[in-house]
């Protein structure tokens, strides 16, 4: 499953647990820096679940995504249940970054190789790169299950479909 000094990889299907018998599974989609891209689905699945990918649907959107880092999964608190193909053409973001004045504005791919100046429009819908911890995820699971209270953070790790690294720069 993970290699030598990597807590999770690409394609990794982990559960994020809500309570003691239940949790919800994510997909790593990609690895940045010291930085993971996760989907995490709206279905939950028993926490003993172990690579039954019958039980998986990841042919819906997913309902949160977050670049985060690997620190639940370092005892085991996001434990990996298997593997699947983690789709980063359909996924993986473009970022924006700069300011709105002319010149200022731009757009980079998921991984800051190639970037090019924005449109206004791009500025609008492409989310700057921020980085969530862990914690954030497990949170809005919690209040997305209705154990605890919603708060308006958790909107920020909805997933919203956007111009994807692909789309804008090739894969």
Do not use: C
């Amino acid at each position: 499953m993970t290699k030598p000094g990597n807590l999770a990889n690409a394609g990794d299907v982990f559960l994020i647990p809500v309570d003691s018998s239940r949790g919800y599974p994510g997909v790593v989609v990609a690895e940045r820096n010291a930085s993971l891209y996760v989907l995490v689905y709206d279905q939950t699945l028993p926490l003993h679940s172990s690579g039954n990918a019958s039980s998986w649907n990841f042919t819906v959107d997913p309902l949160f995504a977050a670049l985060t880092f690997d620190a639940r999964f370092y005892h085991g608190d996001w434990k990996i249940i298997g593997q699947t193909t983690p789709e980063p053409d359909r996924f993986l973001p473009a970022f924006s970054y700069g300011s709105p004045e002319p010149g200022g504005a731009r757009v980079s791919n998921f991984t800051g190789t190639t970037s090019r100046s924005a449109s206004p429009a791009e500025m609008q819908t492409i989310s700057p790169e921020i980085y969530r911890i862990p914690m954030l995820l497990e949170r809005a699971l919690r209040a997305h299950a209705g154990l605890d209270p919603w708060y308006p953070v958790f909107d920020e790790i909805r997933y919203t479909k956007t111009p994807t690294s692909a789309e804008l720069f090739g894969s």
